[in-house]
C-alpha cells in the first residue's frame, strides 16, 4: 500500500482550451462506470489520458482527482491524490495535448515528509515552509508560511521564545521528545520541482 500525496493543481490557459478540458472532466467524472476499468472509479488520472488518446499504461497516473472547480475564464484548480509523489506525468501530458495550458502544483506526502512545489515564484502557491508540532502538553498546532523568518516567529510568539533557527526548531523537537514521545515540532520546506 502506497503513501499517499496530496496536491493541489491549478491549471491555466487559452479560454477555449480550458472549457473543453474543464467538460472533459466533469463528463468523465459523471459517468457511472469509469472509462477505463481501474480501482480508482471514473475520477481515475489514467481515465484523463485515455480520452486524451494516450496509453495509461505509459504515464504515471496512480490516484485520482477531485473538487474541480473553474476559477475564471482561463483557469481551473482540482486536487490529486497519487501513490507516492505528485503526478506531473499526467498534467505534463494534458498540457501537450492542450498548447495553450500549463499547470501549477503544491504537493505534500506527509508521511515521508516530502514536500513539492513547480510554481517558483509563487504565482498561486506562495508559501514555502510548513509547520506542524504537538507540544508535550499535547497542543496541536499547524499552519502555512511564505518565509522561514515567518514560521520562526509562528513558533516563537506561540510555543517556545528560544527558537531562532532552523536548529533551535531541532532542538526544541529533541527536548518535547524527552518530555513525551508524542510531542514533536516539523518544519517542512517546499521543494522547487524544476520539471
Known amino acids: 500500500m502506497p503513501n499517499w500525496c496530496f496536491s493541489s493543481v491549478v491549471i491555466e490557459g487559452d479560454k477555449r482550451e480550458i472549457d473543453v478540458l474543464e467538460c472533459m472532466l466533469n463528463r468523465l467524472s459523471q459517468m457511472e462506470e469509469p472509462a477505463v476499468k481501474n480501482d480508482f472509479g471514473p475520477?481515475?488520472?489514467?481515465?484523463?489520458?485515455?480520452?486524451?488518446?494516450?496509453?495509461?499504461?505509459?504515464?504515471?497516473?496512480?490516484?485520482?482527482w477531485s473538487d474541480l472547480h473553474r476559477v475564471s475564464d482561463t483557469t481551473i484548480c482540482l486536487e490529486t491524490e497519487t501513490a507516492w509523489a505528485p503526478c506531473c506525468e499526467t498534467f505534463n501530458f494534458i498540457c501537450r495535448q492542450f498548447p495553450s495550458m500549463r499547470y501549477y502544483y503544491s504537493s505534500?506526502?506527509?508521511?515521508?515528509?516530502?514536500?513539492?512545489?513547480?510554481?517558483?515564484?509563487?504565482?498561486?502557491?506562495?508559501?514555502?515552509?510548513?509547520?506542524?508540532?504537538c507540544t508535550p502538553d499535547e497542543l496541536f498546532g499547524?499552519?502555512?508560511?511564505?518565509?522561514?523568518?515567518?514560521?520562526?516567529?509562528?513558533?516563537?510568539?506561540?510555543?517556545?521564545?528560544?527558537?531562532?533557527?532552523?536548529?533551535?526548531?531541532?532542538?526544541?523537537?529533541?527536548?518535547?521528545?524527552?518530555?513525551?514521545?508524542?510531542?514533536?515540532?516539523?518544519l517542512h520546506e517546499f521543494q522547487t520541482d524544476e520539471g
Not at 46 to 64: A, N, S
Not at 153 to 171: C, M, N, P, S
Open 43 to 64: 475520477n481515475w488520472l489514467g481515465c484523463i489520458i485515455d480520452k486524451l488518446g494516450g496509453d495509461w499504461q505509459e504515464v504515471r497516473c496512480r490516484g485520482t
Open 108 to 133: 505534500e506526502e506527509p508521511s515521508m515528509g516530502e514536500f513539492w512545489t513547480n510554481d517558483k515564484e509563487g504565482k498561486y502557491f506562495p508559501c514555502r515552509y510548513y509547520v506542524e508540532l
Open 142 to 186: 499547524c499552519e502555512y508560511f511564505k518565509t522561514l523568518d515567518e514560521a520562526l516567529l509562528w513558533i516563537r510568539e506561540g510555543y517556545a521564545k528560544e527558537v531562532k533557527t532552523r536548529q533551535d526548531v531541532e532542538l526544541l523537537c529533541e527536548r518535547w521528545e524527552e518530555e513525551s514521545p508524542d510531542a514533536y515540532c516539523c
